[in-house]
């Protein structure tokens, strides 16, 4: 959700949260975030002397008690009742000796990877409680049974979820190319059971849980397809919006989604951008591509979903095909 926030070093991070909480300004049900060298610090209202910005952020499942423990912020995310700890923190096992106190939290891994491959999997170590990897998240009213050693999932774009599917009308048909365990997809059907909502995903892992979280969410209007977004999008035509969560390489799949969308119809394209061109650069990709499919552009709506690493950002620009 968005927030006010205050934008700080992050060597002075602690300092500063210690000083909002005193204020009462700090608002505890939001995940603090990093943003290169800074910490984002969501607030409830202004404060006098500081940098206040506008951010989307992660509502927090944790308790204070962990940063209080600790004595510093750690760097984790918590899908379910399993947390994951970045990759780069040096303290994960006493990170995760705090966290399993938590009564919420069941496992305790770190990430030993990025996330890397066709499936978009990363390694994780075990560091703390049960030794699994399978968990049941819930999200907008939603329910995803998902093994995060097995497949690709963020709780970060939950925001943006909604948002996609808040764009969506009943009666629509919505493809969604790359849908893993399908967070957008079943978001959508089940906020429309009218609309028809077709998800694809080539990764066996993803499909058996996507079948699964279609089952627990009750759902009859979404129509599953196990392949290659290129081929199985083939046949599927007059599409209202195509959803392209594929930020490293969504360019090589555009043609494809030319090909299912209707006059009109609106693709929600997912890319991963340096600061210094967050937009322009990538909108004249899709230019060039268009114009190769014979199709023309316009530009609805463009914004940074999520920092991704230094200087990088994840973007979405929705666009309309004429």
Known sequence: ???????VPKKDGEKTRQKLIELGAIDKNLKIKSDGEYLLIPIIRQVEGYDVGKEDFEILIKDESVVDALGFIPAYEIVGDIAIIDQYES??????????RNKKIKTVLQAASSVTGEYR?????????????????????????LDVAKVYFTPRLATERMRIAEQVKGGDKVVDMFAGVGPFSVLIAKKFPGAQVIAIDKNPDAIK?????VRLNKLHNVSIREGDAREEIKGISEADHVIMNLPHSGLEFLDAAFGAIKKGGVIHFYAIAH???LFDGLFRKIEES?????VSVIPLDRRIVRPYAPYQYNVCIDFQVT
């Open 275 to 277: 600061e210094d061109d």
């Open 290 to 294: 268009a114009r190769l499919a014979n």
């Open 91 to 100: 303290d994960a096992q006493q990170i995760a000796d705090v966290m399993i």
């Open 121 to 145: 999997t990363r390694e994780l170590t075990f560091l703390a409680g049960e030794k699994r990897t399978e968990t049941l998240y819930r999200e907008n009213g939603c329910r995803y049974l």
């Open 209 to 213: 849980y996507l079948r699964e979280n």
């Open 1 to 7: 959700m968005e927030s006010l926030c205050i934008i």
